[in-house]
């Protein structure tokens, strides 16, 4: 359990047994009695980056951000510290408030799918028993994801069954498409069928896109992400593959780009039965996906839970991309209660990673 969860939970017993050994004297009149502060809620951000130098010295001149939005050929030095200083992502964790991060190879920097396979997964499992290393030494900040060389599904699904089984890492980071192949082509259906048979959560985060209109005014994070999300989703969902495994566990970065703030132009295709396949409008499918709040203007959070529950929208800063405050920003977001607020701060995504709260 972890340590700031067991402080909680200390804090909530001497309370009580307090209480309880005050329970014979006089109680005080009604205008003087206080409850206290309330406890503190538990937040967990997750969506957090981290870089491993050996694996990030081969594969940054392969990657997108390279490509279209580096800067003097690297990554600028603030950024590549906080992805790779340990102590100084525990301190500005303390800072904004974090108790737990959910950390993940930086896929933007990071990506294995240019290398050969078997080169691709020396890459990934050297990442991932990084990750795994860092996790097991931090158990009560840090819960880990893994990556895959996802070119090759044989190879990415046993690598997914040892991140899962043997690193005690709760799932894997994945692009929006693996060198053109799209997330629902049926050559993916045995690491879906893998994924969800594991438990293990999927985040989707896009690597990138250097298509040519991306690369001036940096749209490629600002247009290309979240369209790149908007992709994956469509997808998943008409391709099949939200039918076929109902108990798959994919969290979506950045809010889940566009596709839920303009679900209506798909819903309207259904309505004219040029979706045949589906089995409910498009918005039917939305709820099946986790979401982080990324997503910067609290009046999109707001709306964000008007089209999927709010227990499946959970805080995330983008670290060390992003958000800088991101406890205050959900905060901010005062047309969701606070208790759904602090659900989003922690509670859902420990339900959806399995962290005992």
Avoid at 10 to 37: F, V, W
Wanted: glycine share 6%; hydrophobic share 40%; proline share 6%.
């Amino acid at each position: 359990m972890p340590t700031a969860v067991k402080r909680r939970k200390q804090a909530a017993r001497s309370s009580r047994r307090h209480a309880r050994s005050n329970s014979h004297k006089a109680r005080p009149s009604a205008a003087k009695i206080s409850s206290g502060p309330a406890p503190k809620p538990i937040v967990i951000d997750v969506h957090a980056h981290l870089l491993v130098p050996e694996v990030v010295k081969r594969t940054f001149e392969h990657s997108q951000y390279a490509r279209g939005v580096a800067v003097d050929g690297g990554v600028p030095e603030p950024l590549f510290k906080r992805m790779t200083e340990l102590p100084l992502r525990l301190s500005e964790m303390d800072a904004t408030g974090v108790d737990m991060q959910v950390v993940s190879p930086s896929i933007m920097q990071q990506c294995t799918y240019a290398f050969e396979p078997q080169e691709a997964l020396e890459l990934d499992r050297r990442s991932n028993n990084h990750v795994a290393e860092m996790v097991a030494h931090h158990k009560d900040r840090l819960i880990g994801l893994g990556s895959l060389p996802l070119h090759d599904v044989a190879l990415s699904a046993a690598e997914l069954e040892r991140c899962v089984r043997n690193l005690s890492l709760r799932g894997v980071i994945v692009s929006s498409h693996i060198n053109g192949m799209e997330l629902g082509d049926a050559r993916l259906r045995p690491f879906w069928a893998k994924a969800e048979e594991l438990g293990a959560v999927i985040f989707i985060h896009p690597a990138g896109s250097t298509e040519k209109r991306m690369l001036r005014n940096r749209l490629m994070i600002t247009v290309g992400q979240p369209l790149e999300e908007a992709y994956a989703l469509s997808s998943l969902v008409y391709e099949g593959v939200m039918d076929q495994f109902p108990k798959l566990k994919i969290l979506v970065a950045h809010g889940g780009g566009y596709l839920p703030f303009y679900a209506g132009r798909h819903d309207n295709e259904y309505r004219y039965g040029r979706a045949p396949q589906l089995k409910g409008d498009f918005s039917s499918y939305l709820p099946r996906f986790f979401f982080d709040t990324v997503l910067f203007n609290p009046d999109m959070l707001e709306f964000l839970v008007t089209k999927v529950p709010s227990s499946h929208v959970m805080l995330a800063s983008d670290y060390p991309f992003a958000e800088k405050k991101p406890v205050e920003y959900v905060r901010r977001a005062k047309k969701i209660g606070k208790k759904e607020q602090d659900a989003i701060l922690g509670t859902n995504a420990a339900r959806l990673f399995g962290i005992g709260v």
